[in-house]
Structure formats: C-alpha cells, structure tokens
C-alpha cells in the first residue's frame, strides 16, 4: 500500500488529484502533505453541540449545527416548477425515472421537534436526492441565510447522524477561496484531507526544538501540537499547541535575526570616535534649552556606538516635534570632533532648507562650516561645496537625494544622519557606505518619526539598534482635535477668521488629487476654489502646493507659507514630513476618514510648535465605516503616537504599516501574527537572545535541532539585506 510521506506529492494523496493538487498550490502554496500539515486552522467552529431550530434568532449569522429529520425532498425547475418530490409517504418515484436534468435546485424540509427548516443545493443534485431520504436523521451543518423572510441554509455539510464529528468538540476552519472551492475543496474535505495526511505522517514528524527548551519553556511537544491545531481534544489543548507552534515561528525568527546581528557586528568594522570634542561641548553649553531626559539617553546610546569599533547602524525614533534635529547635530559634531565629516539627509528640499537654516543657528558658536546641497543649487556653488567636502574645509552638509550623486565626494565621512527613512531607498543608502575612502563605512543614523511598533521593529530590525525619543520637550501643549462633518463649516469657517486675525497660519489637507469620478471625494482644486471664494484676497493669501507642481513653484508656495506671507496652506500630504511652521496653529484635514492613523497624526504633528494653543479638525463625511470612525475617536482620545502606532496595527494589520515602506512584510508568518502577539514575540525574542549568549555559534549538540530548523525556516529565503 502506498503510504504518503511528508515529502510526497500533494496529489498523490488520497482525495486529492491533479486538479485539486493545482489549486492548493496556487492558493496555499501548498505543495507536499508537510506544507498542508502546515497549514492551520485560522479559526474554530464548535461542533460539541446542536441548535435547536426553533431557537435560532434570524439576525444571526454564525454557523450552526443541526441534528433534524428529513420531512420531503423535492427536485425544482428553472421556473420553480415541481420536478419531482418524496415525502415518505409513497414509496416514492424510481430514481432511473427522473429527469435530473430539469433540476436546477434541490430542496429539503428538514425538522428537528422544535421547528422546520428549508435545505437548498444547486450543486450534486442527483447524489444529495438519494442521500436525503424522508424519514432519516442527519447532522445539518452550515450558515442559516434569511430569504423571503424565513431561515434556510445553502450547502450545508451533511454528515451521518452518528459520525465521528457528533463527539468532536472544535472544528478548524481553514483558509478559502473561491477556487479552492470550485475544485471541490470545501471545508469538510481539507478536514479530511488533513485526517488522512495526519493518520500516515504524524508519527513521522520529528520534533523540530531541542528537548531543553521543551522543558524550560513548557513547551507541548511538536506531534501534540500538530495533532490539537487540526484537531484539538479541548480548548485547554488547543492553547497548548497554539502558544508552542507561535513560539517556535518567533523563536526562530528572533534567533536567526540575532545571529544575523552579532556575525555582523563582529565583522564590520567601523570608525572609532573617542573623543566628544570642543565643538559638541560648545554648541551643547549654548543651548536655549536644556535636553530632555530622552535625548541624552539616546546620545549616550550613539556615543557607546561610535567608540565600538563597530559600524553603528541606528534606528532613531521619536514623535513628531520630539527633537530629533538636536540629536543628529550632536552626533554630527561627535564626528567632527573626531577629524570627520557628517551629512544630513532630508527627503524633500522644503525639509532639507528648513534643516540647514536651523542646523547653522546651532552651530555658530563651533566655528564648524556647514553647507546646503539639493537640487536647486546654482552649478557655481555646487561646485564650490564639492571642493568643500574634498578638502574637508565643509563639516557638515545637509541635502537632499543630491547627496549621494556620484560627483560628490567627501574627504573622511564618519556619520550619515537621514531623516524620514521611509523616503529613501535601500539603494541610495547604500551609496553612501562607497563615499569614504579609507575603507571603513560612516556610522548610520536613521531618524523616523513613524513610530513603529515595538513589535514590528524587533522583528524588521531585528539586527538594527533602535533608540526611542519618548519624552516631549517641556511645556508642548497638546494640540485640540475634534470631528466635526461637512454640515460645520461655516462655523469652521469663522474658526479660521479668527485664528488669522490673531496672527496665525491655517494649514488645510486634503486626501487625494482628481480622484476618480465614482468616489465623491472633494478634490484638492475644488476645495481651493472653495477656500479661495470663502477667503477671498484681499485680505486673505492662500497657497497651494501639489504633486503635480514642478519643485520650483512648490518651494516658491512652501516657501511663502513658511515665510509668513500666505495665511493659508492648501495642499495635498507633501507636507506631511517634517515641516515647521510654529505660527501655523490650525490644521484642517479633510476627508478625514480616508487618511490611516499614522498619517493623520503626522499631520497633526505640523502643528502646536509654537507657543500658541493649536487645534486639528477633522473634517468628515455623515457616512463613516466603522474603521474611519474609530481611527478617527482615537485621534482625538491620544496624542501618543505610539499607542496610535500599535492601534494602528491592530486594526490594518502590520503588512500594511505606513511608512514603513513594507508593502507585505518581508517575512512570512504562519501562525504568529506581529500585530496580536506582541507578548510572545518579546519572549521569544528573550529567550533567543538566552540561547545565543550560552552558545553564541549554536555549535553545542544540544542546538543541532535548531541549526537545522533554522535553514529549514521559510522566512529564511527572504533577503534581509533590503531592510537595513
Ligand atoms: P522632530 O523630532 O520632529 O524632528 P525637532 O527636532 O524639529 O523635532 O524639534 C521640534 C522643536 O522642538 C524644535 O523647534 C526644537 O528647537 C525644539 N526642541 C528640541 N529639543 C528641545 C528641548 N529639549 N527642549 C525644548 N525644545 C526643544
Ligand atoms: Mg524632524
């Protein structure tokens, strides 16, 4: 007889077939009876009992299970004409007699002594007419549906009434789709299907983490936990396996993250910055402010870096307006102090400007020259700073992408700052490691004020550091939100009357630019037109800055609104990053509930840097879906970006982060998920680093297991190199 193995050919498997084969994999990407072994259940139906179905509530929408006797099975035509019925009554017509071909629908009175209820099949007509025998009990088990005002159920699974699955207490519910069921994998058959495959290959499974780590852990062992995730004995079990197949998938994502860390740590070397330097001391004694607690814990942090001898590869974040800025010159006059240069790359010229005029007011009692480099820079000075940096006479350059063309080169380039990472490429980055020349990479500092959440970032920077900004400077006052819809906006209108005759500037966003004609967004020109009518010049001066503006006119527009001389600022997010306008006090967003919670907070951010209350409004639609009105109550409940950050997760799903650039994780989890187990993944994540500070090359026997499930690991395939 023929016994599959975990390695055998899916469509060898009985049940299974050429057909069927094909769209596991297309849809599954299951391959062999191990990958369907793997793949479990997302959720549990449980079948312990019965519904009576005079209890049923019609609103309800959850499956059911039935145990009811068929009263008449009848045959119905396109039309809805009799075909054919039975009741038990008569013996019945002879099924050789029937035109099956006339049926378009097969339906069936079922009761169970407390009500009755319609089956309804369009699919195996003939076979389920023979089934369904007047007079015989079977478990019913399916979702009612609610249609022409009573109960019935579409398709239901139709088991005998004393089968197995009437004791089964839970049933997995595997992932579907429409293919997987035109191919007749239907719920009740990857339920077979993974009977069978669990009847021959179990026992064969060998277990994949070393006896020590079952024991100190807790851990159920691997056949256990297989066996309860398929089929789980009680829910107790079920916990049982769920928390040690999660653990195992963040375990050995954490320890192959961390290997990868330390053997990178080992080998790349970097420069070594002992001193601090009189130009860090003199631009840190005239400071307007003192550092917050956070900033010089995340300075102490980049200090210990830069006299490792290893290449420092830092993640920096922070809120918006936590001071970030003060951090990157501290580090770069680290450099300086040091015989080194430094440069600050910033992802739009408005930011890079705006960075260079505050950098060079910090840096004139160090004497140190600092220079701006972007893409509107006049061929005269550019050549100029290029022979700056060549001979070391500039210290510091701040930029934009301009930065990293090939015709620029620095003389000893110790530290790369770059802020807003989500804007730069992988690539580009890279090209400034080729920008020194004695061979040693710059130190890396990249600034995000995306938070991400812990749990995403010790999973994606696994082997980055990263340093967190969680204090705000003293006496930053949080900025008013509120909702408020449409209907408002005269009251809105005068709101900003009034912030303007104070003084103060309005920024006013909106979502998306000629969206299309079915969705009935405002758009970016007409929401201009309409400022532009309320806000008429004089004495009124609105701006507006788009995508689709070439960089000259949007600087100009920015530019003026950073100046002063606009009241109001209409634009699209471009503005988004970075700026700082500390007059503007007001933020209007509009169609808020198209924006994610990150992006909203961003926002946000642009506002309340001055000493002046500020206020955000969003402004609405009267249709919200429950998501929009949610993200949008949590806005105006928090300005912690973080909870945000964590919230936002929750609810999107960690794939789909902004700002993170990862569009689909680079890493494929089968049952942990980043955004529900935080917890486990800080454990796992402890426990890996446990493991590796006892055996840090996992060469001790007792590892052997771990070092082969480390190459078996899918997520292993995955380029990590494209994240840091
Ligand atoms: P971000 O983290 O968003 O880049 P910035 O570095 O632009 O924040 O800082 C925001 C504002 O806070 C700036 O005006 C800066 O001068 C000010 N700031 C930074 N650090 C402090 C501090 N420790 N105390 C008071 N104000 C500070
Ligand atoms: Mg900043």
């Known amino acids: 007889m023929f016994l599959p193995d975990l390695d ?5 498997m009985k049940g299974v077939g050429e057909k069927r084969a094909a769209a596991l994999a297309s849809e599954l990407d299951v391959h062999t009876v191990g990958d369907l072994i793997r793949t479990y259940p997302f959720r549990y139906i449980d079948r312990s009992g019965f519904q009576n179905i005079g209890d049923l509530i019609p609103s309800d929408t959850s499956f059911i299970q039935l145990k009811a006797t068929v009263i008449q099975t009848s045959l119905l035509s396109k039309s809805g004409g009799v075909v054919c019925e039975k009741d038990g009554s008569t013996p019945g017509p002879d099924s050789k007699t029937i035109a099956f071909n006339a049926a378009r629908r097969l339906s069936c009175l079922v009761s169970d002594g407390t009500g009755t209820m319609e089956l309804v099949f369009f699919r195996g007509i003939r076979y389920t007419w023979t089934q369904l025998e007047p007079g015989r009990t079977f478990i019913f088990f399916g979702k009612p549906n609610i249609f022409n005002g009573r109960m019935n159920m579409v398709h239901p699974e139709i088991d005998k009434a004393d089968s197995a699955l ?13 293919k997987l069921k035109n191919s007749g994998i239907t719920g009740k058959v990857m339920n077979t299907l993974m009977h069978t495959a669990l009847d021959n290959c179990l026992d064969r499974m060998q277990e994949t983490l070393p006896e020590y780590i079952l024991k100190e852990k807790g851990l159920v062992g691997l056949r256990y936990a297989i066996r309860n995730i398929h089929f789980p004995s009680d829910q107790y079990a079920l916990e049982k396996a769920t928390y040690r197949l999660k653990f195992e998938e963040l375990f050995l994502l954490q320890l192959s993250l961390l290997k990868q860390k330390f053997i990178k740590s080992r080998s790349s070397r970097g420069i070594v910055m002992p001193k601090v330097g009189a130009a860090f001391n003199k631009c840190y004694e005239s400071l307007p402010y003192e550092l917050t607690g956070a900033q010089k814990r995340v300075i102490k942090e980049i200090r210990a870096d830069l006299v490792s001898g290893r290449q420092m590869n830092r993640l920096l974040q922070g ?3 936590s001071g970030k800025t003060m951090v990157a010159v501290l580090a770069s006059l680290i450099a300086i102090g040091n015989g080194f240069q430094a440069c600050i790359m910033a992802p739009t010229e408005v930011l890079a400007q705006q960075h260079f005029a505050n950098i060079s007011k910090y840096l004139v009692p160090t004497g140190v020259k600092v220079a701006l480099l972007t893409g509107s820079t006049r061929q005269k000075d550019r050549k100029e700073i290029h022979e700056g940096l060549e001979d070391g006479s500039i210290g510091i350059i701040v930029g934009t992408h301009a930065l990293i063309e090939d015709t620029v080169k620095f003389r000893n380039l110790g530290l790369a700052v770059i802020d807003e990472q989500h804007r730069f490429g992988v690539d580009q980055r890279a090209k400034l490691w080729g920008k020194t020349n004695n061979g040693i990479p710059p130190h890396v500092l990249v600034m995000t004020a995306t938070p991400i959440p812990r749990t995403l970032a010790m999973t994606l920077y696994g082997d980055l550091d990263v340093s967190v900004i969680d204090e705000m400077p003293p006496g930053r006052k949080p900025v008013v939100t509120m909702q408020i819809t449409d209907s408002r906006r005269p009251a809105l209108n005068r709101f900003m009357r009034d912030q303007i005759a104070l003084g103060r500037q309005v920024f006013v966003v909106y979502p998306l630019i000629f969206e299309s004609q079915e969705l009935d967004y405002k758009n970016l020109e007409q929401g201009y037109e309409n400022i532009v009518r ?4 004089p004495p009124y001066k609105v701006a507006i800055v788009h995508g689709q503006q070439t960089n000259d006119v949007k600087n100009f527009n920015m530019k003026a609104f950073a100046e002063g001389r606009a009241d109001i600022l209409v634009s699209t997010t471009v503005i988004e990053v970075g700026v700082d306008v500390p007059n503007a006090t007001v933020m209007v967003i509009e169609s808020a509930e198209r924006f994610g919670l990150s992006q909203l907070h961003q926002l946000r951010g642009r506002v309340g840097r001055g000493q002046d209350k500020s206020y955000c409004i969003l402004v609405h639609g009267d249709k919200m879906s429950k998501e929009s009105r949610k993200r949008l109550e949590l806005l105006c409940q928090t300005d912690n970006g973080f909870e945000l950050a964590e919230e936002d997760m929750k609810m999107r799903g960690p794939g789909d982060l902004e700002g ?12 942990a998920s980043l955004a529900k187990d935080g917890r486990i993944l800080q454990e796992a994540h402890d426990y890996a680093e446990a493991v590796l500070s006892r055996d840090e090359f996992l060469q001790g026997p007792e590892n052997r297991l771990l070092v082969s499930a480390l190459r078996n690991q899918k997520f292993q395939k995955i380029d990590y190199s494209k994240i840091s």
């Open 166 to 178: 009437a004791g089964g207490v839970m049933t997995g519910v595997y992932p579907s789709t429409d």
């Open 319 to 321: 809120d918006v307006g």
């Open 8 to 12: 055998t050919d899916i469509k060898f």
């Open 534 to 537: 309320d806000f008429p010049f």
């Open 660 to 671: 993170t650039q990862q569009s689909g994780l680079p890493i494929n989890l089968s049952i």
